[in-house]
T-cell receptor, first 112, second 112 residues
């Protein structure tokens, strides 16, 4: 069951511009959301997270926005850099729920 | 560094053979997770350990899959009578309480 969906398998942006990666979820019990970044031949690495009590969390060039009513979150990267090129996974977890559900990932390519 | 390690990094096997995948979590991390990523798919939750016990085995796709964890540390994922659809990257992650998961580099399994 696809409880977390990333409908764009790929995204290409120019260096310096904004990258916006989107994620939708169906389970209203999810209350903690994370973004992971994955380079080829490496495991995913944690990037940024947001609790359901907030609607925005910012960390340097990365900002995650959460719209609970729409069950939608997005990751903004600005300005985008070539080193940001990777696959980005959205993940969600419910309170006291120990497994996370991941989206299929979006491959971001930042062109110099 | 003292990250999550997995072995082997690559495994090629013939259909019908058994395989064993190993995960060494970060020292002190009580929670350990197994996921797999099939081609073009997101991260699929398999099983979660808290200490040596597995309170959630709901993600194991069939009874050919089993996992154990000993000493609250190393975990092995065993796939019996492998099938071609088992081909995937198997990822292990560990975490401390209330922190994000740290992933290993994964084991790429190819079943011929």
């Amino acid at each position: 069951d696809q409880q977390v969906k990333q409908n764009s398998p790929s995204l290409s942006v120019q260096e310096g511009r904004i990258s916006i990666l989107n994620c939708d979820y169906t389970n209203s019990m999810f209350d903690y959301f994370l973004w992971y970044k994955k380079y080829p031949a490496e495991g995913p690495t944690f990037l940024i997270s947001i609790s359901s009590i907030k609607d925005k969390n910012e960390d340097g060039r990365f900002t995650v926005f959460l719209n609970k009513s729409a069950k939608h979150l997005s990751l903004h990267i600005v300005p985008s850099q070539p080193g940001d090129s990777a696959v980005y996974f959205c993940a969600a977890r419910g309170y006291n729920n120990n497994d996370m559900r991941f989206g299929a990932g979006t491959r971001l390519t930042v062109k110099p | 560094g003292a990250g999550v390690s997995q072995s082997p990094s690559n495994k090629v096997t013939e259909k019908g053979k058994d395989v064993e995948l190993r995960c060494d979590p970060i020292s002190g991390h009580t929670a350990l997770y197994w996921y797999r990523q099939s081609l073009g798919q997101g991260l699929e939750f398999l099983i979660y350990f808290q200490g040596n016990s597995a309170p959630d085995k709901s993600g194991l796709p069939s009874d050919r899959f089993s996992a154990e964890r000993t000493g609250g540390s190393v975990s092995t994922l065993t796939i019996q009578r492998t099938q071609q659809e088992d081909s995937a990257v198997y990822l292990c992650a560990s975490r401390e309480v209330n922190n994000e998961q740290f992933f290993g580099p994964g084991t790429r399994l190819t079943v011929l």
